[in-house]
């Protein structure tokens, strides 16, 4: 898991020479394509994959943190980094563990293994959070998902 972030982290130059951008300066990989999807107060994307991975996001002042700091045992990892000036909080939720953030579609897998990550817009005690959501298959959809992430900056707006 250590060896995927790392690559996720070493990848990072590379998406900004080859992505396309999408909302919030979000640079895609290949075979990734970003559609805007609607919620009654909030700004909403998908990310959809050819091989159906589909990143979901959510953003707005009443958005709230997906990931809890406090149920860490609900998490495999939990990790927070500065990213473009804002702290942006990542978890995996363990395998075979069922949460709220199961999506309806889940490819046939089995519940568990989403990747959440929270932007804090407002600061640490703010609900003006934006979030992602991803059903992971596997370490290839985890790089994925954190590399095209790790290129969001909600200061760029268009989301």
């Given amino acids: 898991m250590r060896n995927v972030l790392m690559l996720a982290v070493l990848l990072f ?28 107060d909030a700004v909403a994307w ?14 707005g002042p009443n958005e709230g943190s997906w990931k809890n700091p406090e149920e860490r045992n609900k998490y495999s990892w939990y990790r927070e980094q500065r990213i473009h ?11 075979e563990l ?17 990747l959440l990550v929270t932007f804090l817009l407002d600061g640490p005690k703010s609900d003006h959070t934006a979030n ?10 985890l790089a994925d998902t954190l590399m095209m992430i790790a290129t969001f900056d909600p200061s760029k707006g268009h989301f």
Wanted: glycine residues 16%; without cysteine; aromatic residues 10%.
């Fill in 132 to 141: 992602f959501s991803a059903k992971i298959a596997g370490s290839d959809e």
């Fill in 85 to 95: 000036g804002y702290v942006a909080r990542y978890a995996l939720v363990k395998p």
């Fill in 13 to 40: 130059v590379s998406i900004q020479a080859t992505g396309s951008e999408g909302f919030g300066g979000i640079q895609l990989l290949e075979g990734y394509s970003a559609k805007r999807g609607s919620s009654a």
């Fill in 98 to 114: 069922k949460t709220q953030w199961e999506p309806d579609k889940n490819r046939g897998l089995p519940p568990g293994n989403i």
């Fill in 46 to 59: 998908t990310i959809a994959g050819q091989t159906g991975l589909r990143i979901y996001f959510e953003a």
